[in-house]
């Protein structure tokens, strides 16, 4: 029988066999990282730069956009790596890193968007109140929170799965390194720790999601006591977004952990993965700012200055 200290490397799931879809394979990831990191270095960018974007919500948005970065930068660049060098490889600390920081990203992530939630709640329910219940020092703190809960969640779950002794090979059934694919891998009898940390993180996952349907729930009902219809949808404006990205977070999430077994296949556990953990991070800035109206006037300013600039350096180097 062998351990994880006797296994070397992980052999990670291929999309495909062939030379050519591999290289198609390459190309579409490329494009999706790239729009990820436009999107989110846009938004970074524009809420550090413009002084109309230092309140609490666009605050956390910074805070997503750090996150939705570091998440697909996890997954997607060893994956395009993999397919252009025609390998499947990833060694034992690399499996373990890639566990590591995407669990403490998405974890931080699902947290965060809990935070964006109760900021939703106040600015619509309480208004009198924002400005005391969310200070810059409270805002601060919750990120802080957000991101430490994701951290202690990852070292605890990296700690024990890769404790836990490996004897059924190293073949993992996904295009990156998770913690349920390690456990398949585990000898059936050791991993009840883990399945208990899961089953923990479980309820505080599912403690966050009925405070995050609880706010929009006060928030919709709010709204709809506003009596003219150009304030009810100013309102939803700000809230729609951050609905319909933490309904995209959690629904394949939440589908591709729970899906019953019978439906269960690599092609189709591959294409759930794909859904939660590169499609987020790459839509959800489009999603912020298709109906932000300040968000897009601040992007509209930062690549006017841009390509003003780029402009007079132009003229000056002639």
């Known amino acids: ?18 030379w050519e879809l591999q290289l198609l394979h390459f190309w579409l990831f490329l494009g999706i990282y790239l729009a990820a990191l436009l999107g989110n270095g846009l938004i970074i960018t524009a809420v550090a730069c413009d002084h109309h974007l230092h309140t609490p919500m666009y605050f956390f948005l910074l805070n997503l956009s750090l996150l939705d970065l ?13 397919s252009l060098w025609d390998t499947r490889a990833i060694t034992f600390w690399g499996c373990a890193a890639q566990v590591f920081w995407f669990l403490f990203l998405v974890v931080a992530e699902y947290f965060l968007l809990t935070v964006m939630a109760y900021d939703r709640y106040i600015a619509i329910c309480k208004p009198l109140h924002y400005g005391t219940l969310l200070g810059s020092r409270a805002c601060v703190h919750m990120a802080a929170a957000a991101w430490g809960t994701g951290c202690l969640n990852a070292v605890l779950h990296t700690a024990n799965t890769f404790s836990l002794p490996l004897c059924k090979g190293n073949a993992v059934d996904q295009f990156f390194c998770e913690v349920p694919q ?22 505080l996952s599912l403690g966050c999601f009925v405070f995050i349907i609880l706010s929009y729930v006060q928030i919709f009902r709010a709204v709809l006591r506003i009596p003219s219809e150009q304030g009810r949808h100013k309102t939803f404006s700000t809230c ?21 077994p019978s439906i269960s296949s690599p092609s189709l556990d591959l294409v759930l993965a794909v859904l939660y953990s590169v499609v ?27 390509f003003s600039s780029h402009r007079l350096r132009t003229f000056l180097c002639k």
């Open 240 to 260: 729609l977004p951050h609905l319909a990205v933490v309904s995209l977070f959690i629904s394949t999430a939440v589908f591709a952990y729970l899906k019953p």
């Open 1 to 18: 029988m062998s351990n994880g200290s006797s296994i070397t490397e992980f052999l990670l799931l291929v999309f495909t066999e062939k």
């Open 280 to 306: 987020p991070p790459a839509v959800n800035p489009l999603i912020y700012s298709m109906r932000n109206q300040k968000l897009k006037d601040a992007l509209r300013e930062l690549l006017r200055q841009f």
């Open 70 to 82: 570091g998440s697909i930068s996890i997954t997607v660049p060893k994956a395009m790596a993999n």
């Open 182 to 203: 390690i456990l398949k891998l585990s000898c059936s009898h050791f991993y009840v720790r883990e399945a208990g940390l899961l089953a923990v993180s479980a309820f």
